[in-house]
């Protein structure tokens, strides 16, 4: 990035998750649209703190690209149900590394117990401080790009409403804690006390919000 911080073409802007548990800021949507207004066709988002539940950028991005690095081993089956399952690409770097091809092999044998609605996600390895790999690497993301382009309206349209409904969550969630009052707390003693179940108290706490 350092090489691209004079470059009048690319905007770079480091923002702070304030809390947000998703991997990326809570205000990410409101960037993007005003990046996308400024006229800028590629928007790169670099999460942080990704694992098995921050996986926000799943309703953001067309393409996640997932980086990881030679020596992975265990770590790569203990957050395989997380980040790895929504990864389209699997970038390898530092691949001039000892266990560069075994990282590779355990990413390889990884993706063949993904569900069966996933497509299968390109390996691709990469050694970003003398450029190799690169061009494979953004050979695969303009290829992905292309097979996703058909069913966009569809694919946005899902983005959509899981946006909606975290958001809508998010705020019942707020509203809750704020106002929520007796009733809330009548929910909490029962659910602490076995009377009912978790389910049916979060049930119940809906109820609480509604006029």
């Known amino acids: 990035m350092t090489d691209h911080t004079g470059d009048d073409g690319v905007f770079i802007r480091s923002l702070s998750t304030r809390g947000h548990l998703g991997g990326l800021t809570s205000t990410v949507h409101g960037v993007i649209d005003i990046l996308d207004a400024a006229g800028y066709e ?26 990881c690095m030679p020596g992975m081993g265990d770590d790569i089956q203990a957050i395989k149900a997380g980040i790895f399952e929504i990864a389209d690409i699997l970038v390898v770097n530092k691949a001039d590394l000892a266990g560069a091809d075994r990282t590779v092999q355990h990413l390889t044998s990884m993706l063949a117990l993904r569900a069966a609605d996933h497509d299968r996600a390109a390996v691709v390895k990469t050694t970003a401080t003398v450029a190799e790999g690169v061009d494979e690497l953004l050979a695969a993301i303009d290829h992905h790009e ?7 309206a569809e694919r946005l349209r899902n983005r959509t409403r899981r946006l909606l409904a975290s958001r809508a969550a998010d705020l019942l969630r707020e509203s809750l ?4 009052g ?17 389910d049916d108290c979060a049930r119940a706490a809906l109820d609480l919000k509604r006029p």
């Open 146 to 152: 292309t097979t996703v382009r058909t069913d966009r």
């Open 182 to 198: 007796s009733g809330l707390d009548l929910l909490c003693t029962a659910l602490e006390h076995s009377e009912r179940t978790l």
């Open 42 to 67: 590629h928007i790169i988002l670099e999460t942080v703190g990704t694992g098995q539940s921050e996986i926000d950028i799943r309703d953001i991005a067309d393409t996640r690209v997932v980086l």
């Open 177 to 180: 804690l704020r106002t929520g």
